[in-house]
């Protein structure tokens, strides 16, 4: 049996694919953190319970209406898009130019009200979500048997994290919304609409947060609290790659996810530990995140 540093190659690799899973829903979460923070400066902490709401989506759409999987992917994103966008036109609107803590504040109550409401109605056991029938079964690499399901979501997620990246970097919209970041009277004077660019990108968050629960459902039993215990690691992958950086998001999600793995295999007990010790380095030795730009 091949060994790595006193570990076999089979547990290692099956770790690593855990790893790269994770890092894929890090990736996607703390993007959407990422471009919500970067355009309109609000600390979001509704993101987890965005995600939530795209898992129960799926869930509800698939148990009561008869909708399959693949079609789930796209109207569950779409119902938490509608969701964000109600909520930034009618609440989150009116704190912008106040101090960052009242946004904050916001969204965590907001995130606390939707997560007693689906505790009140679904209770706090979870519920379990199954695997299209496409993506289930698994491959015989040879050093390990890869999971279908796994490896769509790590090619989807992190596909969805290219395609965002690039529109954002070489695309007109993605230039009006960095623009916004730096001066938006400017940019309304020629004549673009930032009130409607906010709502577009706060919803497009949230999508994302939707997308990445709808993925998560099959794998994790649709819970109330799933958001709840997923978003203190995101939060810290944010700050890890840098408040409003794409790629730093997108990076340290990945990094993060293979450095718990990694962490789980070596030294289980600092697993839970990892992305916290990480954002403790980087904050000592680089305030701004890893990709972060200077004010």
């Not at 090619?155 to 919304?177: D, F, M, R």
Request: glycine share 12%; proline share 4%; aromatic share 12%.
């Amino acid at each position: 049996m091949t060994m790595i540093f006193g570990v076999p190659l089979v547990a290692l690799a099956s770790q690593l694919v855990i790893g790269l899973f994770n890092g894929a829903f890090y990736a996607l979460l703390s993007l959407g953190l990422g471009v919500i923070f970067g355009l309109l400066r609000v600390v979001n902490f509704t993101h987890g319970a965005f995600y939530t709401v795209g898992a129960f989506a799926a869930f509800l759409l698939t148990s009561y209406a008869g909708f399959s999987f693949w079609a789930c992917l796209v109207i569950a994103p779409l119902i938490v898009a509608a969701l964000a966008a109600v909520l930034e036109r009618s609440l989150l609107r009116k704190l912008y130019g106040l101090d960052a803590l009242y946004g904050l504040l916001l969204t965590f109550g907001i995130a606390l009200l939707i997560e007693g409401l689906l505790q009140f109605y679904f209770g706090v056991a979870g519920q379990p979500y199954q695997v299209p029938a496409l993506l289930s079964g698994t491959s015989n690499l040879g050093f390990m048997f890869l999971p279908h399901y796994r490896a769509f979501a790590i090619a989807v997620s992190l596909l969805l994290c290219l395609l965002t990246w690039l529109i954002i970097e070489y695309t007109s919209l993605g230039a009006k919304l960095r623009a916004a970041t730096e001066n938006s009277r400017l940019l309304e004077v020629f004549g673009v609409n930032v009130p409607l660019l906010l709502t577009c990108t706060y919803a497009f968050g949230g999508a994302l947060a939707g997308f990445a629960g709808v993925i998560a459902a099959p794998v994790f039993q649709v819970s109330p609290l799933m958001g709840a215990n997923l978003i203190i690691v995101v939060f810290a992958v944010v700050i890890i790659g840098g408040l409003g950086s794409i790629t730093g998001a997108i990076v340290s999600g990945l990094m993060l996810g293979t450095l718990e793995a990694l962490a789980k295999v070596y030294w289980p007990p600092s697993a839970n530990l990892v992305p916290f010790l990480i954002m403790a380095v980087v904050l000592f030795l680089r305030p701004r995140g890893l990709f972060g730009k200077g004010e």
